[in-house]
């Protein structure tokens, strides 16, 4: 039996998934130091199911809690930043773009020492222990706790952060580490800044993740703890404790692996419809399609594996003004968010809201529609429309192709859809739809990455395939897989323009089911 | 609308370069890479009231060094390898060395994409004006695609410089020899480098270089802007700007459309490849055929715009300039036409850089005359 349990910014939810189905399911208010929430769900999801903490074998925690910190500027550590680089980025500081209130919180002291690679692995610049030792008693002087190291071609060749790292590690024991090759891809300034910023969240990471682990004890749950990650495939929750930055984007990526769980489709087009925005995202054989440009995190650009999500501003409480003389109707793009339970018609407010019109169409019941003072059949088909027109472009713009696609619907707001959509081969709403990213959660895999930049002049591309998918199987193995269950779900070539030779960056991703060793099933 | 009016001989600030490079996104005609990292490089060297003094040719005496500069590599390579901010300084000395004199100023090689931005920064680190002019006028793939070479200029001696401090100075024989010899000692350097190339007399400057290019990029990048917070549609702007410039005075929206298809692949070191827009609610279709840079659109397989014209790829509602690697299936854009500096449309330019030289089989007709523009 595994629990998965979604920590939202409103709700906990918690859901038991047992053999392919959905056991038991339960939302509770989120609370401030999350694990009491994570108790209350938990406790309420197994009354349901009528079971004991005993039978959980894993627990499988989404959150977006450490994205949340950051933007909020919440418990930040200061950060020194190591870069071994040689004279290569000297040019563009650390932190260099961030904006400055973030930058002023979090920027400790930084360091341009020798180190470095180039694209096709050869030495850049030799490292130099000394530099790293002296850095070492200048961040010691400063009483800084949280170091980023980050090196250029790391992605490619990781050795010189692990020795800087070691070094470190002796210098100033108890030291919180993140190496850039850890977090992120080619492209030096984005993986850097996101390297720092995972730095910064050590702390509140290990806090959080300990209290977590508290939260199921007392709750009866036993079973080891595993956090998901943007890409949909879980870490130990250990491993999140030192990557919190790796589960930022985890959210969507849970609603879209839940969607295809829930109703065994795997490529389609996923709209999660939640009270102010929908999300829509594009499932590519069971994974969210990741974002192939930069993500801003708080305002600074990063390079995370993140789903490519589209928002479009439309949800449950979307405002509706309707037209008069004056001004046409419009929905959105403001909400009530939140608030929509006080402040819609259907509940004794005063705002027209989208979920007024839905209910008043009779495509959902609940509240009172008695309340919804608009009744003309033209003006709420009128209103209906614009919903599909807003539904359906943004179908067409997540679609990868002009071909029809399946469209899947989660979330609360799902009543706005319509069930044939232009674009749409057809429009499934699963059950359990509404604990989509707690189902998303309880059914990820263990996934493991190789990002390289190859040169296939002297090297068979075969064999150079063959030696990524090899890395990347490691990888997944180190974080916990079956190697049995092993499969490569996603190989991207691209070729380097302007650059004579058979050179191309290739990206190798494998995905495995959790290895049972040890804890059961 | 009243166009975005720019004085001659001034200094430039941090938020005319932000401009500036947004227009030099814009004039890379799809290519040219993104101006990002090199806006980063400026932000960290400009102080708040320093500036970079930008001068037209006409105000060079005959005599005067000028020294054309840019980088060279692949971008992949470039967004993980960052300029010791070293490499044109050094290499600009190199040069100065060679030919027994000091530089009086410098010009973009290229003013479309990030290169439009690299003879900024050296000309902040030299102390040297930057003079109003570039060599393509646009972004082009290869370093003999440049007015100067058309005109019969010789591209040596080249340096080229990387973030070690190497430095590879180029006598070759001839302008393409240069631009092989470059290349491949691009990838001994780490695949990306800064190349000075092109010296010339101020005369020179003056009989030969695209002039005005830095002034255009600057105001297309500010009338975007503007455009963009006044009321937000940027388009008129935009075209007012254009209209106004000194090389791009024939521009129009040659499509507007969703992306409905993309194809790449990557051959010779190019990215090559399509991109069809179909425009909304009818079956028309733009294709955009692409070598890095946009080569030719065709509407209905019907030509309406071809390389050296500028074609440009926006997003519809922000103007902001979508290059090759960035366009996504789904994306509402505009395909934007201008005409390219009359220079690079005559006959001897046209072998070098025109249609035939990317191996199309056609042969250039200007966007105007294809567009029945008035």
Redesign the interface.
């Given at each position: 039996m595994r629990l998965g349990i979604d920590v939202g910014g409103t709700n906990t939810d918690a859901v038991l998934v047992s053999r392919g189905a959905v056991v038991a399911a339960a939302k509770r208010p989120t609370t401030a130091d999350v694990s009491s929430g994570i108790v209350n769900a938990t406790r309420a999801v197994l009354h349901e199911a009528g079971l004991d903490g005993s039978t959980v074998t894993r627990v499988i925690i989404g959150t977006t809690h450490f994205a949340n910190a950051f933007v909020e500027q919440q418990d930040l550590l200061e950060v020194a930043v190591l870069r071994l680089a040689?004279?290569?980025?000297?040019?563009?500081?650390p932190m260099?773009?961030w904006p400055k209130a973030l930058r002023e919180r979090v920027a400790g002291p930084c360091f341009q020492l020798p180190g470095?690679y180039?694209?096709?692995g050869?030495e850049?610049?030799a490292f130099d222990e000394h530099a790293v030792r002296d850095a070492a008693g200048a961040i010691r002087a400063a009483d800084v706790d949280a170091v980023a190291i980050s090196c250029?071609?790391s992605p490619m060749r990781p050795d010189m952060e692990q020795r800087a790292a070691a070094i470190l590690r002796q210098e100033l024991p108890g030291v919180l580490l993140t190496t850039s090759a850890s977090i992120g891809r080619?492209?030096?300034?984005e993986r850097e800044n996101a390297t720092i910023i995972n730095a910064s969240l050590m702390g509140i990471a290990r806090r959080i993740m300990q209290s977590i682990d508290g939260a199921l004890l007392e709750a009866g749950v036993r079973a080891p703890c595993y956090v998901t990650q943007n890409d949909g495939t879980v870490a130990t929750s250990a491993f999140a404790a030192e990557f919190p930055v790796l589960t930022f984007g985890s959210g969507p990526t849970n609603s879209m692996r839940g969607a295809a769980f829930l109703t065994g489709v795997q490529d389609a087009i996923v709209m999660d419809v939640g009270g102010t925005t929908t999300d829509i995202g594009a499932l590519v054989h069971g994974f969210p399609r990741e974002s192939?440009?930069a993500v801003e995190i708080g305002g600074v650009?990063t390079n995370f594996r993140m789903p490519d999500l589209l928002s479009i501003g439309l949800g449950g409480g979307t405002r509706i003004r309707l037209g008069n003389g004056t001004h046409e109707l419009t929905v959105g793009p403001d909400s009530v968010g939140f608030r929509l339970i006080d402040e819609a018609y259907l509940f004794g407010g005063s705002t027209l809201t989208a979920s007024d019109i839905a209910v008043k169409a009779g495509l959902a019941a609940f509240g009172d529609p008695a309340r919804v003072p608009v009744s003309s059949p033209q003006v709420i088909a009128q209103i209906l429309e614009r919903f599909r027109q807003v539904f359906e472009e943004g179908l067409?713009?997540?679609?990868?192709?002009?071909a029809d696609v399946p469209v899947i619907l989660v979330g609360g707001g799902s009543m706005l859809v319509p069930r044939t959509l232009r674009g749409a081969s057809r429009v499934v709403v699963p059950e359990h739809a509404a604990v989509a990213n707690a189902v998303g959660a309880a059914v990820a895999l263990v996934g493991g990455e190789a990002d390289r930049?190859v040169s296939y002049e002297g090297v068979e591309r075969k064999a150079a395939l063959l030696e990524l998918e090899r890395v990347a199987f490691d990888s997944a193995v180190a974080a916990g897989a079956d190697p049995g269950t092993l499969r490569v779900v996603d190989v991207d070539e691209?070729?380097?323009?302007?650059?004579?030779?058979a050179?191309?960056?290739v990206r190798v991703k494998v995905v495995g089911d959790l290895a049972t060793a040890g804890a059961g099933t | 609308m009243t166009s975005v009016v720019i004085p001659k001989a001034r200094e430039l600030t941090l938020p005319d370069l932000k401009d500036l490079a947004r227009g030099c996104a814009f004039l890379g005609s799809g290519g040219g890479g993104d101006p990002?990292?090199a806006m980063?490089?400026l932000?960290?060297?400009i102080g708040p009231d320093s500036t970079v003094q930008l001068i037209d040719a006409g105000a060079l005496g005959d005599r005067d060094l000028v020294v054309p500069c840019g980088w060279?590599?692949?971008?992949?390579?470039s967004?993980?390898?960052?300029?010791?901010?070293?490499e044109a300084l050094l290499g600009l000395r190199r040069l100065e060395t060679l030919l027994g004199r000091d530089a009086d100023a410098v010009i973009p090689v290229e003013i479309g994409g990030s290169n439009g931005l690299a003879a900024v920064l050296l000309a902040l680190r030299a102390g040297l004006p930057l003079v109003d002019c570039d060599g393509m006028g646009r972004a082009f793939?290869e370093s003999q695609m440049v007015i100067f070479n058309i005109r019969g200029l010789r591209a040596c001696p080249a340096v080229l410089t990387d973030?070690?401090?190497n430095c590879v100075v180029i006598e070759a024989v001839d302008n393409v020899g240069e631009e092989r010899i470059a290349?491949?000692a691009?990838?001994a350097l780490?695949?990306t480098c800064h190349l000075v190339e092109y010296p010339l007399s101020g005369r020179q400057v003056n009989e030969t270089a695209l002039c005005g290019t830095v002034t255009d990029a600057l105001a297309i990048g500010r009338a975007i802007r503007l455009g963009r917070e006044a009321h937000g549609d940027p388009f008129a702007a935009l075209f007012a700007a254009l209209k106004a410039s000194q090389q791009f005075s024939r521009a129009g929206v040659l499509f507007d459309g969703?992306i409905?298809?993309i194809r790449r692949e990557?051959?010779?070191?190019?990215?090559l490849g399509c991109a069809v827009i179909e425009a909304f609610g009818g079956a028309e279709r733009l294709e955009v055929e692409f070598k890095?840079e946009n080569l030719v659109a065709r509407v209905g397989g019907e030509i309406r715009a071809l390389v050296p014209d500028l074609i440009t790829i926006v997003d519809r509602e922000t103007a902001e300039t979508i290059v090759t690697e960035?366009l996504?299936?789904?994306?509402?854009v505009k395909v934007i036409g201008a005409s390219a500096p009359a220079a690079l449309c005559e006959p001897a330019s046209l072998a070098v850089l025109g249609p035939q030289a990317f191996g199309l089989k056609t042969a250039y007709r200007g966007i105007a005359e294809l567009n029945g523009w008035k």
């Open positions: 040689g004279r290569s980025a000297a040019s563009v500081p260099s773009g470095g180039e694209f096709d050869r850049n610049c250029v071609f080619i492209g030096f300034l192939s440009i650009r067409d713009r997540m679609k990868t192709t002009a930049i691209t070729f380097l323009s302007y650059l004579p030779g050179h191309a960056q | 990002h990292t980063m490089e932000e960290a060297l060279i590599g692949a971008p992949t390579v967004a993980e390898k960052l300029p010791s901010g070293e793939p973030d070690k401090g290349r491949s691009s990838v780490g695949g969703k409905v298809d990557t051959k010779d070191g190019f990215s890095n960035r996504r299936y789904g994306q509402r």
